[in-house]
């Protein structure tokens, strides 16, 4: 089993950038392929990017495409998601979520790939 951790959220100004935090503990967590999903008021949770286990793959949702970043440090137990050039639209809870995967890949765009979630962290852009 593994814990997540979210950080990082804050108000922010549209077209700022901003930098989201998610620790792990608990099992290794080179073990997992991680992903970034977020959740706006009366909306679904959806797909934001994911990563492999090593890094060397990432892949992004079409709309935070070329402005968002999704990486990961092993040695910390750490995934990040940069966001630059931040719109209002982008306002959500953001979680963070691990998928135990035995391939390389990156996990999939939907909840039910992951196996475990952080608790999520409030992004706000202002307009």
């Known amino acids: 089993q593994v814990q997540l951790v979210a950080s990082g959220g804050r108000l922010v100004q549209a077209g700022g950038s901003l930098r989201l935090s998610c620790e792990a503990s608990?099992?290794?967590?080179?073990?997992?392929?991680m992903g970034w999903f977020r959740q706006a008021p009366g909306k679904e949770r959806e797909f934001v990017a994911a990563?492999?286990?090593?890094?060397?793959?990432?892949y992004y949702a079409d709309s935070v495409k070329g402005r968002f970043t999704i990486s990961r440090d092993n040695a910390k137990n750490t995934v990040y998601l940069q966001m630059n050039s931040l719109k209002p639209e982008d306002t959500a809870v953001y979680y963070c979520?691990?998928?135990?995967?035995?391939?390389?890949?990156?996990?999939?765009?939907?909840?039910?790939?992951?196996?475990?979630w952080g608790q999520g962290t409030q992004v706000t852009v202002s307009s």
């Open positions: 608990g099992r290794t967590f080179s073990s997992y392929a």
């Open positions: 979520a691990a998928a135990l995967i035995s391939a390389g890949t990156v996990a999939g765009e939907t909840i039910y790939d992951y196996d475990y």
């Open positions: 990563i492999n286990w090593s890094g060397g793959s990432t």
